[in-house]
């Protein structure tokens, strides 16, 4: 039964999403591939990772999460299935392949002519698995180059960088209501990887006749994240301004989604400290339940948030009224939510424990249903306490996945969940 309504759904509209906790109907996800294996020591820093997973067993790890939302009923798609099918045609194949390189940097005009080449041969399956992986200097042969650039700079490994943050799905774009923020990525590393989602939004047969809105474009000058946006109900999103997120990116979705009459009336805009342990709102803040979240105990202080709402002038243009409000995060909660709230502290608050899991993201839970969440095995201390709130747990191995900085949140990106 639950399949015949899910693609029900899916045919009447392929994206809804109107809270953090519904129940999970369809996920997108990436499962890592050769991209990881394209990570060296000297590349970490330049690549946004602190450590190198094991390919082999990282894919096991991750095929573990998918399992587990498959057997809870949840539809998995996969981002490298959907853009190979998205190239429904040669024009549409080699636009990609020419913005592809061009966002990759290739300066030199007779790389980007050998690369075409090397691309052409290619399955559209092939070729989007190589583009994630990346493309090393030795993988094009003796190409002969004639220019001082290329004589000059020859020494890095790769033409086309690898990208191996690519299975958090989460960032690059993000589901709200039924429609998305394509987004622009604070990092050129990461913000080629938005591409992929642009060719599956626009030429995708699931998606191409939805006329989806777009509450973000990647192509706006400041920076949003998909780790930064939280539907917190129908009404109330909560969006962090952050260490990847800039506050005019929040007003841009504000202004568009009230526009747009899509049904948020509210936007609470968090001003988070700008470092890797604050990375996005969800790295310290995510929704298990009605009335219960996960959090960082950093952040249960008192916060800057800003209210964000919008109203109509005489013109019927929209205007967003700003307002700042400082209080304590579960006063805020409990304050849009209209209920009070429980906060669970990641480690539970101690002093080893808590850093240590918040390392490891586990203030980062999937919700696939109202108390029902998705956590990393290696978080004991605070997969405890959330049993002891009545948390059910779906627990997945994490020793290598982890190692990214990311969380099962971090790893999917919802794209239809049931209203509550």
């Known amino acids: 039964m639950a399949t015949v309504l899910q693609t029900t759904r899916a045919a009447s509209s392929p994206l809804h999403v109107t809270s953090e906790i519904g129940r999970l109907r369809t996920v997108l996800l990436h499962r890592p591939g ?9 590349l970490l820093e330049r690549l946004l990772f602190d450590d190198i997973p094991y390919l082999q067993l990282a894919q096991s790890e991750h095929d573990s999460f998918a399992q587990v939302l498959t057997a809870n009923g949840v539809e998995v798609l996969y981002l490298e299935n959907l853009a190979a099918e998205s190239l429904t045609d040669a024009h549409i194949r080699d636009n990609l392949i020419r913005q592809f390189i061009l966002e990759a940097g290739v300066e030199s005009d ?40 290329d004589r000059v700079n020859n020494s890095y490994p790769f033409l086309c960088d ?11 774009f993000a589901t709200i209501g039924q429609g998305i923020t394509l987004n622009h990525m604070r990092t050129l590393t990461r913000n080629r990887e938005t591409l992929f989602a642009q060719y599956i939004f626009q030429y995708h047969p699931r998606f191409r006749q939805a006329d989806i809105p777009l509450w973000f474009d990647r192509e706006e000058a400041t920076a949003l994240e998909g780790g930064d946006e939280l539907v917190l109900s129908d009404q109330v999103l909560a969006i962090g301004i952050s260490q990847r997120t800039d506050s005019g990116s929040v007003e841009r979705v504000c202004r568009r989604l009230f526009e747009a009459e899509a049904g948020f009336e509210t936007v609470l805009a968090f001003h988070i400290p700008q470092s890797r342990a604050f990375m996005h709102l969800d790295t310290v803040f995510t929704m298990v339940d009605h009335d219960k979240f996960t959090i960082h105990s950093a952040i249960e202080g008192p916060l800057t948030v800003y209210e964000i709402t919008g109203s109509r ?66 978080n004991h201390v605070t997969n405890q306490l959330l049993e002891s709130h009545g948390i059910k747990l779906h627990v997945i191995p994490s020793s290598e996945l982890s190692r990214g900085r990311g969380g099962p949140r971090c790893m999917s990106m919802p794209l239809y969940r049931d209203d509550l």
């Open 34 to 42: 050769a991209e990881l294996e394209n990570l060296t020591p000297d």
């Open 110 to 149: 007779c790389m980007k002519a050998a690369l075409i080449e090397y691309f052409r041969p290619l399955s559209n399956r092939d070729l989007i698995d190589q583009m994630m992986a990346g493309v090393r200097r030795d993988q094009l042969g003796n190409v002969r180059v004639d220019s001082l650039y």
């Open 162 to 172: 690898p990208m191996p943050n690519l299975y958090f799905t989460r960032d690059p």
């Open 313 to 378: 002038d005489r013109a019927g243009q929209v205007r967003l009224k700003i307002e700042q409000l400082n209080d304590k995060l579960e006063a805020i909660l409990e304050k849009y939510l209209k209920r009070r709230v429980t906060l669970i502290r990641c480690g539970s608050g101690d002093a080893i424990h808590a850093p240590r899991e918040q390392w490891n993201d586990g203030a980062n839970t999937l919700a696939i249903a109202p108390g029902e969440v998705v956590v990393y095995s290696r």
